[in-house]
């Protein structure tokens, strides 16, 4: 069992920069790719970036790339999320997700395809 804790969260205005760290406790991460989704008042949960086990393969939403850096560091069994150029649209909950896997991250987009999850943490962009 796999238990993860986001943090990091928080208001910040349109243009700035946040970064969502991602514990987990239970199992060492090494053998795990990570995904971030969030999900906004409304609307469904979506995948926003995933990292492979080894942290040398990365794959992100279009809506994301060039603006969010997923990283790892195994040695901490933390996860991370770097943010900037914060727009309102990307106000949401964001939570981070664990699958037991060896392979890359390509297509790890669904959210039926991790097999533990955090409980979020909240992120207001404001104009």
């Known amino acids: 069992q796999v238990q993860l804790v986001e943090s990091g969260g928080g208001l910040v205005q349109t243009g700035g920069s946040l970064r969502l760290s991602c514990a987990a406790s239970?199992?060492?991460?090494?053998?795990?790719?990570m995904g971030w989704f969030r999900q906004a008042p409304g609307k469904e949960r979506e995948f926003v970036a995933a990292?492979?086990?080894?942290?040398?393969?990365?794959y992100y939403a279009d809506s994301v790339k060039g603006r969010f850096t997923i990283s790892r560091d195994n040695a901490k069994n933390t996860v991370y999320l770097q943010m900037n150029s914060l727009k309102p649209e990307d106000t949401a909950v964001y939570y981070c997700?664990?699958?037991?896997?060896?392979?890359?991250?390509?297509?790890?987009?669904?959210?039926?395809?991790?097999?533990?999850w955090g409980q979020g943490t909240q992120v207001t962009v404001s104009s």
């Open positions: 990292i492979s086990w080894s942290g040398t393969s990365t």
């Open positions: 997700a664990a699958r037991l896997t060896s392979s890359g991250v390509y297509g790890l987009n669904g959210i039926g395809q991790y097999h533990y």
């Open positions: 239970g199992r060492t991460l090494s053998n795990y790719a």
